[in-house]
Every structure is written in C-alpha cells, then in structure tokens.
C-alpha cells in the first residue's frame, strides 16, 4: 500500500478602500498507513516515543489484515472443495438410482437418468476447465 501526500496552497489578493490584503492558506493532507516524516519529528517532538508508537499500530494493521486475508482464502478453498465432494456424492447417488431403475426394469426412466448425470459431468468438467483457462 503506497503513501500519498498531498500540498495545496490557496493565495489571494484584494485591494478594498486603498487597503492592500494578502491571504494564503495551506493545507495538506496524507494518505498511507503512516504519516510523512516531518509529521513523525512533529509527533516525537510534542510526545516522546509517540513515533515508535504510530509504526508499531501500522504493523499491527498490516499483520491483522493479512491474517484476515489469509482467512478469506482459506475459506474459499474449503467452500470450494466441500461443494466438489457434494456434487461428487449427489452424482454418484443420482447414477446409483439411475442404474437401480434399470435393474427393476424401467430401462428407459434408468438410461435417461444415467445419461443426464454423465451429460451434467462432462458438461462441469469442461465449463470448470474453460473458466480455469481464461
């Protein structure tokens, strides 16, 4: 994560009643998980210790968002996996009623039903493969 820091000065000049004025205002900001270095100088100086402080509250984000990202991963890898061996059981419980239909003589309810698992398969192993490959 990059640190982005920003510096904007506004100037203005009147001239009211003979009376010159002159108005600058600056501002800047930062964006990052820590502040410039400067800003570090100013911290240390109102607060001893204060800089150390800010670097290890930046360490602790950035190890607890990782540990978080870690368990995103994972849990969509066991998601993944127990969805492959839920559709492994219910294909094979579907091919096991199909082959039970052809053996009580319902040759065509059996076949049509054994057809249609081994269609749907070969149909999720090639879209599975296609979207693996793009």
């Given amino acids: 994560m ?3 820091n920003k510096q904007v000065t506004a100037r203005k000049q009147e001239v009211q009643n003979g009376l010159h004025t002159k108005t600058e ?3 800047s900001a930062y964006c990052g ?6 800003a570090f100088e100013k911290y240390e100086a109102v607060c001893p210790g204060a800089a150390d402080r800010i670097i290890a509250m930046a360490e ?11 368990t995103v991963v994972n849990s969509g890898s066991l998601n993944s996996k127990l969805g ?8 094979i419980a579907v091919l096991i009623g199909g082959v039970i239909c052809i053996l009580k003589g319902h040759d065509w309810a059996g076949g049509s039903i054994v057809a249609i698992d081994i ?4 149909g999720v192993f090639v ?3 296609n979207m693996r490959n793009q």
């Fill in 2 to 4: 990059g640190t982005e």
């Fill in 25 to 27: 205002v600056t501002a």
């Fill in 33 to 38: 998980p820590l502040p410039p270095a400067e």
């Fill in 60 to 70: 602790r984000q950035a190890a607890h968002r990782q540990e978080i990202e870690k």
């Fill in 84 to 91: 492959i061996v839920s559709a492994l059981f219910v294909a």
């Fill in 119 to 122: 269609v749907g398969l070969c």
């Fill in 127 to 129: 879209y599975g493969t």
